[in-house]
């Protein structure tokens, strides 16, 4: 047993004393058939917070010859399958947490050659009969090892892009792309290798060595396949935890949902704890990191990517190339790149089959909001944002003009580019303008209603405020677009709801560029 080779399971051990545990243990069944299989080279990446070294402490408890973790794992899921215990606790497990090793380093440049040194150390603790030389790569001792013991190794590497986040010299990126390139595309090595699984932000680098580490297989948040549900909360699994701890569901999923893979709703579990634990829902994931991240890359401002960023602020989803971005943090030349990017951040949510990107949830919402608000680009944007509250305390109270003015402005900001005459550039400014009543409502685009599409619905998430209908028309009258929601009964659709309705008839004017607004009162 040993720091790096066979490490024990005190960490795991830790995290199951923890007040909320969920147990994501089957994930483990899971990797055992990917070994059984010959799929024994996984990249796990997620966002920060979303359990990616928790599942990876698991794995080495589990897989670990330094250990006997039979009745750590007795309480959970996994003890259950039929296959728990044919890898129990029966290799060679090297774990190494990267982010750890580079932080706590001072002469970086010196950082593997340490490294290497370290783990060696160990091997010649544990295999005494094996003569390993000083010069010694890692792969060629694992191999030594191997030739002498027939005993295969599984590797875990926590965060292993952090040295490509951080920017690291030429020469140390150099010197990882060999290590990594020595330990696992080596077809010598590869009998050796039971597993190697790594875990980080950013998927692998196709950058230089795509032709390199292409035999992983990737399970990114672009599309995690069988390990959808293992990293990150699901809503079942939120809803339980809601349940039991007497939290409001619908609020929770407000503030922290936005993320779908195969049929499953992800969570972000640090967020979540957090929210549960103090009984109060807020931006906890953010107080961890910076929104710095989101306003570099806005900054570079590529060509379309201002109008999109205005339209995901208002709520929208806009189009999105991931196929490009080469997963290192010096080939940004579209706002495709940068939007990918934000997505395996977390800023960003993707839907695969849309092809489409939009802010997932309350939380991230925030942070986008603090991104731009020092953004000379987006000071417009930000006084509008700034407006919304004051603006639907306006609608609320009735006061069609205010609306009017709000929505000249708003509409001119999110054209750029854009036809200003477009009706979707319209429902923009509308969602624009209203983006506070998002902390109030759930909004409803082109809802089915009572005999047609009702353009836009605001549902109060909470009873004491009203549910509010929008219906927009163009050259025409705020009175033909009232009449249209009460003789098409577009009220009718909250059959959920019953209490007060505000109406709202817009008119946009082509030739005056002006806005009409008039507002009813309705009771259900």
Same mark, same amino acid.
């Given at each position: 047993?040993?720091?790096?080779?066979?490490? #024990?399971?005190?960490?795991?051990?830790?995290?199951?004393?923890?007040?909320?545990?969920?147990?994501?243990?089957?994930?483990?069944?899971?990797?055992?058939?990917?070994?059984?299989? #010959?799929?024994?080279?996984?990249?796990? &990446?997620?966002?920060?917070?979303?359990?990616?070294?928790?599942?990876?402490?698991?794995?080495?408890?589990?897989?670990?010859?330094?250990?006997?973790?039979?009745?750590?794992?007795?309480?959970?899921?996994?003890?259950?399958?039929?296959?728990?215990?044919?890898?129990?606790?029966?290799?060679?497990?090297?774990?190494?947490?990267?982010?750890? %090793?580079?932080?706590?380093?001072?002469?970086?440049? @010196?950082?593997?050659?340490?490294?290497?040194?370290?783990?060696? &150390?160990?091997?010649?603790?544990?295999?005494?009969?094996?003569?390993?030389?000083?010069?010694?790569?890692?792969? %060629?001792?694992?191999?030594?090892?191997?030739?002498?013991?027939?005993?295969?190794?599984?590797?875990?590497?926590?965060?292993?892009?952090?040295?490509?986040? /951080?920017?690291?010299?030429?020469?140390?990126?150099?010197?990882?792309?060999?290590?990594?390139?020595?330990?696992?595309?080596?077809?010598?090595?590869?009998?050796?290798?039971?597993?190697?699984?790594?875990?980080?932000?950013?998927?692998?680098?196709?950058?230089?060595?795509?032709?390199?580490?292409?035999?992983?297989?990737?399970?990114?948040?672009?599309?995690?396949?069988?390990?959808?549900?293992?990293?990150?909360?699901?809503?079942?699994?939120?809803?339980?935890?809601?349940?039991?701890?007497?939290?409001?569901?619908?609020?929770?999923?407000?503030?922290?949902?936005?993320?779908?893979?195969?049929?499953?709703?992800?969570?972000?579990?640090?967020?979540?704890?957090?929210?549960?634990?103090?009984? #109060?829902?807020? &931006?906890?994931?953010?107080?961890?990191?910076?929104?710095?991240?989101?306003?570099?890359?806005?900054?570079? @401002?590529? %060509?379309?990517?201002?109008? #999109?960023?205005?339209?995901?602020?208002?709520?929208?989803?806009?189009?999105?190339?991931?196929?490009?971005?080469?997963?290192?943090?010096?080939?940004?030349?579209?706002?495709?790149?940068?939007?990918?990017?934000?997505?395996?951040?977390?800023?960003?949510?993707?839907?695969?089959?849309?092809?489409?990107?939009?802010?997932?949830?309350?939380?991230?919402?925030?942070?986008?909001?603090?991104?731009?608000?020092?953004?000379?680009?987006?000071?417009?944007?930000?006084?509008?944002?700034?407006?919304?509250?004051?603006? +639907? +305390?306006?609608?609320?109270?009735?006061?069609?003009?205010?609306?009017?003015?709000?929505?000249?402005?708003?509409?001119?900001?999110?054209?750029?580019?854009?036809?200003?005459?477009?009706?979707?550039?319209?429902?923009?400014?509308?969602?624009?303008?209203? !983006?506070?009543? +998002? @902390?109030?409502?759930?909004?409803?685009?082109?809802?089915?209603?009572?005999?047609?599409?009702?353009?836009?619905?605001? !549902?109060?998430?909470?009873?004491?405020?009203?549910?509010?209908?929008? /219906?927009?028309?163009?050259?025409?009258?705020?009175?033909?677009?009232?009449?249209?929601?009460?003789?098409? @009964?577009?009220?009718?659709?909250?059959?959920?709801?019953?209490?007060?309705?505000?109406?709202?008839?817009?008119?946009?004017?082509?030739?005056?560029?002006?806005?009409?607004?008039?507002?009813?009162?309705?009771?259900?």
């Amino acid at each position: 047993m040993g720091i790096y080779l066979n490490p #024990d399971n005190e960490n795991f051990k830790a995290t199951l004393t923890r007040e909320i545990y969920v147990d994501k243990t089957q994930m483990i069944s899971q990797i055992n058939h990917f070994m059984a299989t #010959d799929n024994k080279y996984i990249c796990v &990446s997620r966002p920060r917070r979303f359990g990616k070294t928790i599942a990876g402490n698991m794995l080495a408890a589990y897989y670990s010859k330094g250990c006997d973790s039979r009745q750590l794992f007795s309480p959970y899921k996994i003890s259950s399958v039929f296959d728990f215990e044919s890898n129990l606790n029966k290799f060679n497990v090297i774990k190494i947490d990267m982010n750890s %090793e580079f932080q706590n380093i001072e002469d970086k440049d @010196n950082l593997l050659k340490n490294l290497t040194k370290k783990i060696k &150390s160990e091997f010649s603790n544990e295999f005494q009969d094996v003569e390993l030389e000083e010069e010694d790569t890692l792969g %060629e001792s694992i191999l030594k090892i191997y030739a002498k013991t027939k005993q295969t190794f599984i590797i875990i590497i926590d965060e292993y892009d952090v040295l490509v986040r /951080e920017e690291t010299s030429p020469k140390l990126f150099s010197e990882y792309l060999s290590l990594l390139n020595g330990l696992f595309k080596s077809d010598t090595l590869r009998p050796a290798i039971s597993l190697a699984y790594l875990t980080g932000i950013l998927p692998i680098v196709r950058d230089k060595i795509q032709s390199k580490l292409n035999n992983f297989e990737e399970y990114t948040i672009l599309d995690a396949s069988e390990l959808a549900e293992y990293i990150g909360f699901t809503s079942m699994e939120v809803r339980e935890l809601c349940n039991k701890y007497s939290v409001n569901f619908e609020e929770c999923q407000n503030w922290y949902d936005g993320y779908s893979q195969h049929g499953y709703e992800i969570y972000n579990p640090e967020s979540v704890v957090k929210a549960i634990q103090k009984n #109060d829902f807020s &931006s906890y994931w953010g107080k961890t990191s910076t929104y710095e991240a989101i306003a570099e890359r806005i900054r570079e @401002n590529f %060509e379309g990517t201002k109008e #999109d960023v205005i339209r995901m602020l208002s709520g929208e989803s806009v189009d999105v190339n991931v196929t490009r971005f080469m997963n290192t943090m010096n080939s940004f030349t579209t706002k495709s790149d940068v939007f990918t990017y934000l997505i395996h951040l977390g800023y960003l949510a993707y839907d695969r089959e849309e092809k489409t990107c939009r802010i997932p949830n309350k939380e991230v919402r925030q942070e986008w909001f603090n991104a731009i608000e020092s953004e000379p680009e987006y000071q417009v944007t930000n006084k509008i944002i700034q407006s919304s509250k004051e603006l +639907l +305390l306006e609608t609320l109270a009735g006061n069609d003009e205010a609306v009017a003015n709000a929505l000249d402005v708003s509409h001119i900001h999110v054209t750029s580019n854009r036809s200003y005459n477009n009706e979707d550039a319209l429902q923009s400014a509308i969602y624009l303008s209203f !983006i506070y009543a +998002l @902390n109030k409502y759930t909004c409803i685009k082109e809802m089915t209603t009572g005999k047609g599409f009702a353009d836009v619905v605001y !549902i109060p998430l909470k009873s004491e405020n009203p549910a509010i209908i929008v /219906e927009l028309k163009r050259n025409s009258c705020t009175e033909t677009a009232l009449n249209q929601i009460k003789e098409k @009964n577009y009220f009718q659709s909250l059959s959920n709801y019953s209490g007060n309705l505000l109406f709202v008839g817009i008119n946009y004017d082509e030739k005056s560029k002006k806005h009409q607004c008039k507002i009813e009162k309705f009771v259900k």
